[in-house]
Nanobody
């Protein structure tokens, strides 16, 4: 059982930045893929960014270089740096861990972009 706890969400103005952090209960090096997803009201959950055990990163098309995912094996965290935020980025952001035959989710953290 992998436990994930997100933090760092909040209210920010358009063009601002936030840093989300996810604390992982297991050694991150043992997890195949760590990622961040988001879900806006009335929309499906979508991939924001992921990083695999080799350090390969993948981003949603809408990111367009604005976000960066990073993991810290010593701290057991996976962070998501959000820059140049837009109103459309408003959503609940979820941390995700994938191990073959199992997938885990955090409880989510709200990101609201509003002027």
């Amino acid at each position: 059982q992998v436990q994930l706890v997100e933090s760092g969400g909040g209210l920010v103005q358009p063009g601002g930045s936030l840093r989300l952090s996810c604390a992982v209960s297991e050694y991150v090096s043992r997890i195949y893929t760590l990622g961040w997803y988001r879900q806006a009201p009335g929309k499906e959950r979508e991939l924001v960014a992921s990083v695999d055990s080799h350090g390969n990163k993948n981003y949603g098309d809408f990111v367009k270089g604005r976000f960066n995912i990073s993991k810290d094996t010593s701290k057991r965290t996976v962070d998501l740096q959000l820059n140049s935020l837009e109103i459309e980025d408003t959503a609940v952001y979820y941390c995700n861990a994938y191990i073959p035959c199992a997938e885990y989710w955090g409880q989510g953290t709200q990101v609201t972009v509003s002027s």
